[in-house]
């Protein structure tokens, strides 16, 4: 059989690789956009590593953009074959998928005023609203540890990636002529004792391996106490200060790990009594998502259930959808917490906050997770005493804090105990994926280091005969 590298080859975006069995089958692993404002971005995101109604199957890993956000446009070329995730993964890929599609409208509107402007030809959405309903018609969902037949020969098994909610590691048995073999695609992988989720499971052993590679080369710093850090910030904002504490989020997965951090505090009379506002519909709607799933709680969610039924919520704690309920927070006064996304900052509610908060020093932006080089979110973790927001300029005087305790990606070490259950004598290549190329150079080392000299690095189209 065949297996081609399309996307996040080299890069961390855009997951998306191609195996093509010895009798024609196409199996296709994620189908993530291209995420990034390069000119070749376009050009990724619209070529696909097959005729998408060639392909047979698609296999889902998890619903981070990344790996899903292109799924509505490939079934628009004509792919018709079944997508297989967890139940998990369907929700949210639903929420996201939509969302997606507005960004993509609202982008190709934006480009189109001024393109039509300058006379140039208009572009058209990616995919719009109306493409998504038809993707998701084409989902078969799995539970996690269940093993199903996806094609003659061929047995998909999802184990807890331990990165989001629903997220699987890709375990595939397939058996060709008189050989079979075990081909593992870790997707993303996240850390163990996380707040939310089980620990990763590691990946059984295979004989060729698709790993992810984010963190090559780095290890996260070890935060003893996120939880009395985050309190001690709320705190000194909204208790000593009377200021607003602003806190950008991502809407899947940091943001509900921080409310149910607060729950937690709220239950054990830590929180101070002052208002928390979720201002995201998209976090709102994801948070819902998380209460439907509990099979994808750890141990540790799943005592706390049995004494508080709802983990992310209190008197409190208020979920903002509507516009003008998220309008009419600029103008209340005294300490509250205010959740918004997006994360880093580049769109968003969240930048109606900023504005109405960065240039008071009564006010504090906590940053809680990776923002991006060039992002509104990168300025302001490093310091900048002016940033543009909304195209006017704004003097930083509020406080800036970080407290990054909440990453989905495992660090190398914790990514090679995923890993390391592979056998040094059979397996046959290990494929380092999603990592910048320095990173999974230095993925590459470090597993050449535990003995493994079996790594490739592939790059966007290339094949290899396994
Ligand atoms: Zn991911």
Known sequence: MKLKFWGAAQTVTGSMHLLELDNGKKILLDCGLYQGGEGFATEYNTTFPCEPPEIDVLILSHAHIDHCGNIPQLVREGFRGDIYSTHATFDLASLLLMDSARIQERTAEYDNRWRRRKGLDEVVPLYTEADV????????????????QILPGVELLFLDAGHMLGSASVNL?????????????????????SLILRNPVPMPPCDYLISESTYGGKDHEFIPDAENALLEVIRETCVENRGKLIIPAFSVGRTQNLVYTMDKLENQGK???IPVFL?????????????MHPECYDEDLRMYLKEDPNPFGWNRMHY???????????????PCVIISASGMMTAGRILHHLANSIENPKNTILVVGYCANGTLGEKIVNGAKTVKIHGEEYHVNARIKKLNAYSGHAGQTELFNFISNQDKKTVQRIFLVHGEVDRAHMFADFLAGKGYDQVTIPSRGETFVI
Do not use: C, H, W
Request: charged share 25%; no cysteine.
């Open 279 to 291: 201002d995201s519909p998209l976090a709102v709607n994801a948070t819902q998502v998380f209460e």
């Open 133 to 148: 309903p038809a993707a998701m018609d084409l989902f078969q969902t799995i539970s996690y540890n269940r093993t199903r």
């Open 271 to 273: 929180l101070p009594p």
């Open 173 to 193: 048995t397939i058996k060709e002529g008189d050989r079979t073999l075990r081909i593992g695609f870790t997707g993303d992988v996240g850390r163990p004792d």
């Open 320 to 334: 903002i959808r509507d516009v003008e309920a998220s309008k009419a927070l600029n103008s209340r006064q005294g």
